[in-house]
């Protein structure tokens, strides 16, 4: 388990660092020049050379990005003398635009997303596996039925279209939930939980309902195998068989794209964000994409990278937890 472990560890930093060399050639060699973008239509031209001079933009491609991967562990600092700027580590650039290194704009609003992102995945997959697992148990009964109308319907409908709707009926007039809004938790429990539950329901929609129906297609395979028919004929009752024998095996696919789903979840809280007005990550890139605020965006973009892969080990570790057979290949 340790060698599959260090060998996943491996793997994944050298993603990430391809990642990084990645997303620098798209966002500072690619692209229009970065200084002309970062200072705006406006901008005089000894202003977008001081900012090039600033941002290292008048130096050779492998020092720019030795640059930013060392700012990554020990901090950087644009300009200098008394007009310099310090990017404490893990430097992930510097905004001119908002005149705030990226990391700490984004640790400012990590909190929101993590809170929205983390009880919108216990709830997707909490509701995907008992709804997709009671549906297979009761295949072709009208509580089947409900289930596959209720995953239809969160797959069909888009979430901004849902959160409108919630927020019509929920806030405006039935009155039982307020306007979301930023609470941390420590501050008002109660208000903090109203606050992020049509968020949680609107983000883990669309999720839930795919898992409803993958969780049940798993089941009723594993159901038909011949181990399934002999832990029957042992005399087990059909809960222990169900629960035992054909959810474990099951949950290995779920397992596989509940980590994959991970990096489809800061673009569903960019628009969750945005319809609810919370200050969140998803927010934040969307403000950054609407200005044309280059550091921002590439900050966001290896954030999302960086979730994807820690998800993906530790999905992986689940895996080989789940499945020995896992683990015994990779060693």
């Given at each position: 388990?340790?060698?599959f472990?260090a060998?996943?560890?491996?793997?994944?930093?050298?993603?990430?660092?391809?990642?990084?060399l990645?997303?620098h050639?798209?966002?500072?060699?690619?692209?229009?020049?970065?200084?002309?973008?970062?200072?705006?239509?406006?901008?005089?031209?000894?202003?977008?050379?001081?900012?090039?001079?600033v941002?290292?933009?008048?130096?050779?491609?492998?020092?720019?990005f030795?640059t930013?991967?060392?700012?990554?562990?020990?901090?950087?600092?644009?300009?200098?003398?008394?007009?310099a700027?310090?990017?404490?580590?893990?430097?992930?650039?510097?905004?001119?635009?908002?005149?705030?290194?990226v990391?700490?704009?984004i640790?400012?609003?990590?909190?929101?997303?993590?809170?929205?992102?983390?009880?919108?995945?216990?709830?997707?997959?909490?509701y995907?596996?008992?709804?997709?697992?009671?549906?297979?148990y009761?295949?072709g009964?009208w509580?089947?039925?409900?289930f596959?109308?209720?995953?239809?319907?969160?797959?069909?409908?888009p979430n901004?279209?849902?959160a409108l709707?919630?927020?019509?009926?929920?806030?405006?007039k039935?009155?039982v939930?307020?306007?979301?809004t930023?609470?941390?938790f420590?501050?008002?429990?109660?208000?903090w939980?109203?606050?992020y539950?049509?968020p949680?329901?609107?983000l883990a929609?669309?999720?839930?309902?795919m898992y409803?129906?993958?969780t049940?297609?798993?089941?009723?395979?594993?159901?038909?195998e011949?181990?399934m028919?002999?832990a029957?004929?042992?005399?087990?009752?059909?809960?222990t068989?169900?629960?035992?024998?054909?959810?474990?095996?099951?949950?290995?696919?779920?397992?596989t794209?509940?980590?994959?789903d991970?990096?489809?979840?800061?673009?569903?809280?960019?628009?969750t964000?945005?319809?609810?007005?919370l200050?969140?990550?998803?927010?934040?890139?969307?403000?950054?994409?609407?200005?044309?605020?280059q550091?921002?965006?590439?900050g966001?973009?290896?954030?999302?990278?960086?979730?994807v892969?820690?998800?993906?080990?530790?999905?992986?570790?689940?895996?080989a937890?789940?499945?020995?057979?896992?683990?015994?290949?990779?060693?």
């Open positions: 388990m340790l060698i472990a060998r996943r560890l491996l793997g994944a930093a050298l993603t990430l660092l391809g990642v990084l990645f997303t050639i798209i966002f500072f060699q690619l692209s229009a020049d970065p200084a002309v973008i970062i200072c705006g239509q406006t901008c005089t031209p000894e202003r977008i050379e001081s900012i090039r001079e941002l290292g933009l008048d130096r050779g491609f492998w020092v720019q030795g930013f991967v060392s700012g990554l562990f020990v901090g950087s600092t644009y300009g200098e003398g008394a007009t700027v310090h990017c404490a580590a893990p430097c992930l650039g510097y905004s001119f635009q908002s005149n705030q290194d990391t700490t704009m640790v400012e609003r990590l909190p929101v997303t993590l809170t929205l992102g983390i009880g919108a995945g216990i709830l997707w997959l909490s995907g596996v008992l709804s997709g697992l009671i549906s297979a009761r295949k009964t509580v089947d039925h409900s596959n109308a209720v995953a239809l319907a969160g797959i069909a409908l901004y279209f849902v709707i919630l927020q019509y009926v929920l806030v405006v039935l009155q939930l307020p306007f979301p930023t609470v941390a420590r501050d008002d429990p109660g208000l939980f109203d606050s539950l049509m949680w329901v609107v929609l669309m999720y839930a309902a409803t129906r993958i049940r297609a798993n089941v009723l395979d594993t159901l038909s011949n181990y028919r002999t029957r004929a042992k005399g087990l009752a059909p809960r068989v169900l629960l035992r024998h054909a959810l474990r095996p099951s949950l290995t696919p779920v397992l794209l509940y980590g994959m991970l990096a489809a979840l800061l673009g569903g809280a960019l628009i964000e945005t319809v609810f007005g200050n969140g990550v998803g927010k934040l890139a969307r403000d950054a994409i609407t200005d044309n605020d550091p921002v965006i590439m966001v973009t290896l954030l999302a990278a960086f979730i892969i820690v998800a993906n080990i530790v999905v992986d570790m689940l895996y937890a789940l499945d020995p057979r896992i683990r015994t290949r990779a060693s």
